[in-house]
């Protein structure tokens, strides 16, 4: 479904821990929407200079008044805390739902979802769709402190089990998500992965996955100022099925990837290997040959029975072609000299530079 535009009433902004959840009415965003989709928000007002929007992941969606949308926020600058100012029945213009989804299994399989943070946002309508396919579900939650991790009773309650880490022993284990992931892969006995955290965390899950062949699926949330492709702020290099890397847009080309095809090291840079970049020199395509004709073999004459070609002229008689129109005689052509054998590298092999 195409994302839409609405200006939709704000039905309440409530604090969670750290964070704050809006919840407003936007029906055409809600019937679209699909795990792992964002919203683009308008902020300051129709007056305010603020011309960016900012990205949401979507955290519920809900049938009420016609269909209502939730997205959770860390107020840290003055578009998100212009949000905490909200009060119900305040208009707020949004653009959804944006961004490609995750993929959902086709057969029922065991699934890890692994959040940090506010990031884990996304992964709770992806668990409840997973439910509906008979698919077993394990949560793994982190954050910096308890009041940081979103969602752990939620978690608790519709999971097969929940793994808590935070940095600072506050709720849970003590140390990093990832510290337990081995454990919990070989415990759950782990299909798929499906991630989304700060991209340090994805690097690493991404990592110890590969140990065991598994395949992640990973939500990107990288800083973007129109959420439609148009400012090109989101970039980040993505192998492509024919193995050429591409800098491709977060907000429209994901912000769900195959993470086994993005090169981590390199997010925010432009690789020099990569399609259009300085220096790019496109793969030389082979032209299609006949079986019969090589680089330097002409075409082989066609075999069997020929066609018969009518009466054929007396011997020693030629055949009559017509009228005659006299041709000009041909220049003689200046027969190429073989090229010389190299038999010193010239210097411009043995520089660094590029000749000159």
């Known amino acids: 479904m195409a994302p839409v535009q609405v200006s939709g009433p704000v039905l309440t902004v409530r604090r969670v821990d750290a964070y704050h959840a809006l919840s407003m009415v936007a029906p055409g965003i809600a019937t679209g929407f699909r795990p792992g989709q964002f919203l683009a928000v308008a902020v300051g007002g129709p007056d305010s200079p603020t011309l960016l929007r ?5 955290h519920d969606v809900r049938p009420d008044h016609g ?33 490609r989804p995750f993929p959902l299994p086709r057969e029922a399989v065991s699934c890890l979802l692994i959040g940090a943070g506010h990031h884990s946002t996304a992964l709770f309508p992806l668990a409840d769709r997973l439910r509906e396919r008979g698919c077993q579900i394990d949560f793994m939650l982190g954050a910096a402190s308890a009041d940081r991790v979103l969602g752990a009773l939620r978690a608790r309650r519709s999971a097969r089990s929940a793994t808590i880490a935070t940095e600072d022993g506050s709720l849970g284990a003590r140390g990093l998500i990832t510290d ?27 990592a110890l996955a590969s140990r065991y062949d598994l395949p992640v699926q990973a939500l990107i949330e990288q800083p973007t100022a129109c959420g439609t492709g148009v400012c090109m702020s989101c970039v980040l290099p993505v192998v492509g099925s024919d193995g050429v890397t591409r800098i491709v847009r977060a907000c429209t080309d994901g912000p769900v990837f195959r993470a086994d095809l993005v090169r ?8 020099f290997d990569a399609l259009g970049a300085p220096g790019w020199k496109p793969p030389r395509p082979v032209p299609a040959q006949d079986p019969g004709t090589g680089p330097n073999r002409a075409p082989r004459a066609p075999r069997g029975p020929q066609s018969p070609r009518g009466p ?18 041909h220049a003689p052509q200046a027969r190429t ?12 092999v043995r520089g660094s530079g590029h000749g000159g």
């Open 312 to 329: 054929q002229p007396p011997r020693g008689q030629q055949p009559s072609r017509g009228p005659q129109v006299p041709q000009a005689p």
């Open 337 to 348: 000299p073989p090229e010389p054998r190299m038999t010193q590298t010239p210097r411009w």
């Open 264 to 271: 981590w090291d390199d997010v925010g840079t432009i690789p």
């Open 180 to 206: 337990m992931l081995t454990q919990v892969i070989q415990q759950a006995r782990t299909d798929v992965i499906y991630a989304s955290a700060p991209l340090p965390v994805l690097r690493e899950v991404v």
């Open 67 to 99: 269909g209502t949308v939730e997205f959770v926020f860390e107020a840290g600058g003055p578009g998100t805390r212009w949000l905490t100012e909200r009060r119900s029945r305040d208009l707020l213009d949004v653009v959804g739902p944006l961004g």
């Open 54 to 58: 900012r990205a949401f992941s979507i």
